[in-house]
């Protein structure tokens, strides 16, 4: 959506959708506001509860039933397995998505690691699709006044349109982009030290993989290390994403700085931030 300073000011029930690459603070944001009638919809904690739940589960337990022990109980139906997925801590989407790479070294193998992205890009398609929904259920069931929508720092990534579409229907979409060059080091550093799972567009995957490969004198996917092909190709990847958000929020919303959100404090600082921003660029 986009507004005139009024019409901001006079929306009732406001509906922010929060663009951006992990790490620049869409999820601070987001729980700051939970204590100011907002409600937080994860996409993550959304993909991971509803549209990965059972696959995440049949992974476990694939892994389980090579235990002795615990085949036995599974088979007799003796105990069940269950995902604790949090807002704050998506541990088990993490552990389903994996790293790809040698499966001694905790890799996964080249084919199912692609199914498994092409699983998780149609769940965040499928959680993204859900907000209108859930923008209603914020407001009719739970009695919310607004509504703030965190979504993957991989939403650029999945080259559908009509999400995209939705979203700016619905919601407004802020980018927090990245300017400062230091803070930008400081981001991906600390992505590179602990290197975790990753969304990719197969395109880029493949093109980079076989860099990777050249440059690492390898010939397969399987003899990669997988911590640190995940800190090579992270910069990349990071850099790869910057003109998709721009492309996003130019015609369909606002952009502002991390260096801005570092500064808010509660949702005061929050609407006037937003307000701040629909002046500038109006």
């Known amino acids: 959506m986009k507004f005139t300073i009024d019409e901001f000011r006079a ?3 406001k509906k922010v959708t929060l663009l951006g690459m992990s790490g620049v603070g869409k999820t601070y944001l987001s ?39 615990l085949r036995d109980l599974l088979r007799r ?20 998505v994996g790293k790809l790479g ?21 769940a965040e398609i499928a959680a993204m699709n859900d907000v209108p929904e859930f923008i209603r259920k914020a407001q009719e069931i739970y009695g919310y006044d607004h509504f703030v929508n965190d979504v993957g720092g991989s939403l650029c ?32 550093e ?30 397969y996917a399987a003899e990669l290390d997988p911590d640190e092909f995940t ?6 990847l990071f850099h790869s994403r910057v003109p998709r958000y721009e492309a996003i929020a130019g015609p369909h919303g606002y952009t502002v700085t991390s260096q801005e959100v570092t500064g808010i404090r509660d949702e005061t600082d ?13």
């Open 231 to 236: 800190r090579w190709v992270f910069p990349r």
């Open 31 to 69: 729980s700051l506001l939970c204590g100011h009638h907002w409600f937080h919809y994860s996409g993550d904690y959304r993909i991971g509860t509803r549209y990965l739940d059972e696959p995440i589960l049949d992974l476990i337990k694939q892994q389980a039933m090579q235990v002795p022990f």
């Open 102 to 122: 040698d499966p001694a070294r905790g890799g996964v193998p080249l084919d199912e690691f692609t199914r498994r992205q092409s699983q998780y890009r149609k």
């Open 270 to 282: 929050f609407l006037d931030l937003l307000e701040k921003v629909i002046l500038r660029t109006s």
């Open 77 to 96: 139906d003796w105990i069940y397995i269950r995902n604790n997925i949090k807002v704050n801590d998506l541990g088990p989407v993490l552990s389903f």
């Open 11 to 13: 929306w009732k029930h």
């Open 157 to 188: 990534e999945l080259d559908e349109p009509n999400v995209i579409d939705l979203l700016a229907k619905h919601t407004l979409i802020l980018y927090i982009k990245v300017t400062d060059e230091d803070e930008e080091q400081k981001l991906i």
């Open 190 to 219: 600390r992505a590179q030290s602990d290197p975790k799972p990753l969304y990719y567009r197969q395109a880029f995957l493949r093109e980079q993989l076989d860099i990777y490969l050249r440059e690492q004198d390898l010939h």
